[in-house]
């Protein structure tokens, strides 16, 4: 097997982020960046914020936009940074700084030379599901992520719950690691998914009942709680 990207999920939560460039691509960026909850994003811009930057700015105090061009120093402490301007020379610039300084960078418009590609992806609480084609076609990508929007609605998010909620419960009672596997296996190409859309909550207790062991039963109720809240 070869694989051109590795994939993986990164935590943001610890990590200061730079966008340099905030037009069309890097707002998309720093929109994405700021979902996900960054100890600390800087866009560095020449250009005033328009309103939908004033927004961001508004709302997440973790956000701070420097009015200026890029300068060297505004990768300091920098784990990621985001090289979004039209200028080919300035990106490739950063992009060697940031080698130099072992700092992760995206380059927009010339995906080769950077470390790491943006994937499209919809999200349904815990669950995450991205699209890539390694920069062959971003269209395709989106394309291909409407269609999972429309496959993956937002039952997925309460289905996601559910199973998180059951799986520590599971592993608490001890049992083999191929019998956990078995009930998490069975549980997860369950109708669930169905029965969760459709809001039928005793045919997902009577599934749930007919898949879990009986030590859990007890539990079953308290979870579809959770689930199914009341209207
Ligand atoms: C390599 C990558 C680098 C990176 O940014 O990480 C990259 C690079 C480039 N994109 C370009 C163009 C477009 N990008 C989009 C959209 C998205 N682009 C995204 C990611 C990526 N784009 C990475 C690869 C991802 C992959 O392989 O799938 C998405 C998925 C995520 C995001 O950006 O958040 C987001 C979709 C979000 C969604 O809708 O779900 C559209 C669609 C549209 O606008 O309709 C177009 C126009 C149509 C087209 O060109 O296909 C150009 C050409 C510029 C030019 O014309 O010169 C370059 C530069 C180049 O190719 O060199
Ligand atoms: N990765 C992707 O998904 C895509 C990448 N691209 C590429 O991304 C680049 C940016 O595209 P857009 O956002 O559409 O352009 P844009 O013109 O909307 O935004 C570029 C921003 O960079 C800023 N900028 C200019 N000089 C700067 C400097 N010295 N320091 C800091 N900021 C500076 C400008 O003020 C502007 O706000 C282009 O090179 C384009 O080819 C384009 C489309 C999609």
Same mark, same amino acid.
Request: hydrophobic share 40%; proline share 8%; net charge positive.
């Given at each position: ?32 960046? #700021?979902?996900?909850?960054? $100890? ?12 939908? #930057? %004033?927004?961001?700015? $508004? ?37 060697? %700084? ?21 994937? $499209? ?5 815990? %669950? ?28 997925y998010e309460r289905l996601t719950r559910l199973m998180g909620r059951i799986r520590p419960a599971q592993l608490a009672l001890g049992g083999s690691s191929s019998e956990n596997r ?6 997860? $190409? ?21 898949? #879990?062991?009986?030590? %859990?039963?007890?539990q079953i109720g308290e979870w579809c709680d959770d689930c199914f809240p009341t209207v």
């Open positions: 097997m070869c694989m051109r990207y590795y994939p993986l999920l990164l935590d943001i939560r610890r990590a200061h982020c730079v966008v340099v460039g905030a037009g069309e691509v890097g707002q998309r960026k720093i929109e994405t960046l #700021l979902a996900c909850d960054p $100890a600390r994003l800087t866009a560095v811009d020449p250009r005033p914020p328009g309103p939908a #930057l %004033l927004a961001f700015l $508004a709302r997440h105090a973790n956000f701070t936009y420097a009015k200026r061009p890029f300068a060297d120093t505004d990768l300091d402490g920098a784990r990621l940074v985001f090289a979004c301007t039209p200028l080919r020379e300035l990106n490739a610039r950063i992009g060697l %700084l940031c080698r130099d300084k072992n700092i992760l960078c995206n380059m927009a418009d010339d995906p080769e030379s950077g470390d790491f590609t943006l994937p $499209a992806s919809i999200t349904r609480g815990d %669950l995450t599901i991205t699209v890539s084609t390694g920069g062959a076609s971003p269209a395709l990508s989106r394309v291909i992520r409407r269609d999972l929007e429309e496959r993956y609605g937002p039952e078995r009930v998490f296996r069975d549980l997860a $190409a369950a109708p669930l998914p169905e029965l969760i859309r459709k809001n039928d909550r005793s045919a997902c207790e009577r599934t749930l009942k007919a898949l #879990l062991p009986a030590d %859990l039963h007890a």
